[in-house]
């Protein structure tokens, strides 16, 4: 049905979500997040609070794996769940029912996690996990598509392609980036090019949006449209077509 990647960028503490399935808007669903507090994402037959109470829990300052095993042990339905969670320490907890439709598993590497259900087989999660470390480029969000790139040569979702979504979360509790594909043949292939897209204005404008500590954002619109024009020219030449 699903497969997804929680993870944590060592190098900027920012928490991620990617997700994909033959289903219709994922990215309405499945991922959650809280910059400098973790990252969820609750899949299979959905309960959306293990996303809105499981972030609750982590700003309490409790770890994944405490967190998991309260969302699980208060849900009837925990045997049709999956879901996994990473925490603003990189700490990693998974759970997939019994009930969840095979293939269904999970694998993890340092602040990493990749989980999913009725999949083509094992070699989805694990060729995602791998692609995750083998790519070289060091852009956080690069990396996670090029992952679930991976997992779909690998069979994907066994029924097929539907959506996919990507959202990152650096400080702030609103994600610096949020690109979704709720309905398309390619949904990957629409990610990659919605990703492009995004970094010749939207990324770098939402990074001078109000912060806590900066409740006012970059106001000053000539500040604002130099500042995008050097990200995305920065951008483009470092990601050349």
């Not at 070289?136 to 690998?154: M, S, T, V």
Request: aromatic residues 8%.
């Amino acid at each position: 049905m699903t497969w997804s990647i929680v993870a944590r960028d060592p190098r900027t503490d920012a928490l991620a979500v990617a997700v994909t399935t033959c289903a219709f808007a994922v990215g309405a669903r499945v991922p959650y997040g809280c910059g400098s507090v973790g990252a969820i994402a609750t899949q299979s037959v959905v309960n959306p609070f293990y996303g809105v109470d499981g972030l609750r829990y982590l700003q309490e300052g409790r770890s994944a794996e405490d967190v998991l095993a309260i969302l699980v042990a208060a849900d009837p339905g925990a045997a049709l769940r999956q879901a996994h969670i990473i925490d603003r320490a990189g700490r990693i907890a998974v759970h997939t029912g019994e009930g969840c439709v095979g293939w269904a598993g999970s694998v993890a590497g340092p602040n990493v996690s990749v989980a999913g259900n009725m999949l083509a087989g094992p070699a989805v999660v694990e060729d995602t996990l791998a692609a995750y470390f083998a790519h070289e480029a060091p852009d956080f969000d690069d990396r996670l598509i090029a992952a679930l790139e991976a997992g779909q040569k690998a069979g994907g979702d066994k029924r097929g392609k539907q959506s996919a979504a990507l959202r990152i979360w650096t400080t702030e509790p609103y994600p610096a980036i949020d690109i979704r594909v709720d309905d398309h043949v390619e949904p990957l292939l629409e990610l990659r090019r919605l990703w492009r897209k995004a970094h010749q204005r939207y990324i770098p404008f939402q990074a001078l949006a109000a912060t806590r500590t900066r409740p006012g954002g970059e106001l000053d619109p000539g500040r604002l449209d130099a500042s995008c024009a050097a990200y995305t020219d920065d951008w483009n030449r470092r990601h050349p077509e």
